[in-house]
């Protein structure tokens, strides 16, 4: 998606994705940007300790990092939105891998907690925010019949990262220090510069080819009279698609509309809204307090900690899976079912887990956890492009983002406050699944009842009576069209169509001279063409007027 029209403020019209080629490059930039925008907030907690023994903090403060992270991560959606309607993907991607990688560099030098909020927290967080919604927005211009895959496979890069980020953290930390570690992981955040760079938009590529066809043309002007028939006839089709695309251009322009809010006229995005803050209230607290609940139960640190990596491993092939199955022409028109499946899955398995006492118990609750959270997350996106469409998902994702933010500070913050209240798991445990399964059965029964009856109940289009039925409206559509073309070639006619008339008329010279032997005066064959070209005139100003 390519840069706004100034005068217009809004994307340009759709181009045809790919559904391959450059695509593959935007969606391995994809993988990684989505990477690092939700594992790098939870791999910088590796660094906390150090960070509380310098700094001379608790760890409740030093959490705080991650937590603005993530906050700018979903809070900044309608900033996005808007300078990528003004400005396009590619600038934004490129100011955002700047941004995090700058925040990371400075937080290196700081000196005590709340400029480490300033850098780590608000700069880095909002270059990550900068770069991940514009490469979903892109991700949904170059794939549509494979988008469902392309969104797993996108969405896979949170396990992969959080994976490998978590461990090259330790080593960092353990050779050169916090300080180190933060000044190396800001060089790896330059990457998200890189993958910036290969966002290239879609109308920039038809931009190329209506320059070379325009050099095409041109350079078929300066051929001498008396070429073959056949670049005449090809000279006369790009003076024809020359002329369309001056007519697009003279189209009126519409004001301004840095970010789309007519999309809450949408049922579908308002029923979505709804479910998905209903979703993150309670999505993030079991994995929150997964560690922490296996060690209360008696589990070993280590052994405790390895749950989280079970569920991780799981994940990484959860997501792509879910995507080839998304794909399926049967299940994509359903896909809205297939995530009110894929919550009530996740919400059923933290109901069920709530009693697990023992490290076998917990271990089956990371396997269907991770299958159920890596469903959950290779559909979100999905399903809201389904929604709203390509042309209006830079809005839709900001706004959804920004409701989403309020859930984030209200769901995982509520459940560990309720847990020093009560202490008790189990009850943290059956409150989160009842969320989740609340949200995927509202998605599914508005789905039902709002969208599909009322596409039921709407009567098919009537025919109009005057125009005969489709097939003639479309013939006076195009003898219209044709009309329009006909008079701009009298009007202004093309150096090619004059070609095309010459040698017609040398070729009636040639046959008229061979009747009667004599060179001068004015062949009949040339006759005939000049008066077969005022009768189509003629025609053409007739069907012009009507």
């Not at 609940?293 to 900690?305: I, L, R």
């Amino acid at each position: 998606m390519g840069r706004a029209d100034p005068e217009e403020g809004q994307l340009p019209a759709p181009v045809k994705p790919p559904d391959g080629g450059w695509g593959w490059v935007v969606l391995l930039g994809c993988f990684v940007i989505t990477g690092f925008s939700y594992a790098f907030p939870k791999a910088v907690s590796v660094y906390f300790k150090e960070l509380m023994k310098d700094f001379h903090v608790g760890y409740s403060d030093t959490a705080w990092i991650s937590s603005i992270m993530l906050a700018m991560l979903y809070g900044t959606g309608p900033v996005c939105s808007i300078m990528v309607n003004q400005f396009g993907c590619r600038p934004v991607m490129l100011i955002g891998g700047l941004l995090a990688s700058s925040g990371m560099i400075l937080a290196s030098f700081t000196t005590n907690i709340i400029e480490l909020y300033l850098t780590a927290g608000v700069l880095t967080g909002l270059g990550m925010a900068l770069n991940f919604q514009p490469s979903l927005i892109m991700l949904g211009t170059y794939f549509d019949k494979r988008r469902p895959l392309a969104n797993g496979l996108a969405a896979a890069g949170s396990p992969v990262f959080l994976s490998s980020l978590s461990p090259l953290g330790q080593v960092l930390l353990e050779k050169f220090g916090w300080r180190g570690g933060f000044l190396i992981m800001g060089g790896l955040l330059l990457n998200c510069c890189t993958c910036g760079a290969v966002m290239r938009p879609l109308d920039m590529g038809m931009k190329r080819k209506m320059e070379k066809a325009q050099d095409k043309y041109e350079a078929k002007e300066m051929l001498p009279i008396g070429g073959k028939s056949e670049e005449g006839i090809s000279t006369t089709d790009g003076t024809k698609k020359a002329k369309k695309a001056k007519k697009a251009k003279k189209k009126p322009k519409k004001g301004k509309k840095l970010l789309d809010f007519s999309i809450f006229s949408n049922r579908g995005f308002i029923i979505y809204t709804i479910s998905k803050f209903i979703l993150v209230l309670g999505l993030f607290v079991p994995p929150i307090l997964l560690v922490n609940y296996a060690k209360d139960t008696g589990v070993p640190d280590t052994e405790a900690a390895f749950l989280l990596s079970i569920i991780g491993f799981i994940d990484i092939f959860a997501r792509p899976a879910c995507g080839v199955v998304a794909g399926l022409k049967w299940v994509r028109p359903h896909v809205a079912y297939l995530f009110s499946f894929a919550m009530l899955f996740n919400g059923l398995t933290d109901i069920c887990s709530a009693r697990a006492s023992n490290y076998t118990g917990l271990v089956i609750f990371c396997v269907f956890f991770g299958i159920s959270y890596g469903m959950v997350g290779a559909l979100q996106f999905e399903v809201l492009m389904a929604i709203v469409g390509s042309q209006k998902f830079s809005s839709a994702i900001g706004l959804v983002l920004l409701i989403e933010a309020f859930a984030v500070l209200i769901g995982p913050p509520s459940a560990g406050r309720l847990v020093d209240a009560l202490k008790n798991y189990e009850v943290i445990f059956y409150l989160a699944g009842s969320e989740v399964v609340l949200s995927a059965v509202f998605l599914a029964m508005a789905t039902y009842c709002c969208l599909n009856r009322g596409k039921k109940k709407e009567p098919p289009p009537e025919k109009n009576p005057s125009t005969g039925g489709g097939s003639d409206t479309e013939e006076a559509e195009s003898d219209v069209q044709e009309a329009e073309e006909h008079s701009s070639d009298n009007h202004q006619p093309a150096h090619s169509t004059d070609n095309a008339m010459v040698a017609a008329s040398e070729e009636a010279n040639h046959v008229a001279e061979e009747q009667s032997g004599e060179g001068g005066g004015c062949p009949e064959g040339d006759g005939e063409v000049l008066a077969r070209d005022s009768s189509n005139a003629d025609q053409t100003v007739e069907r012009d007027s009507f």
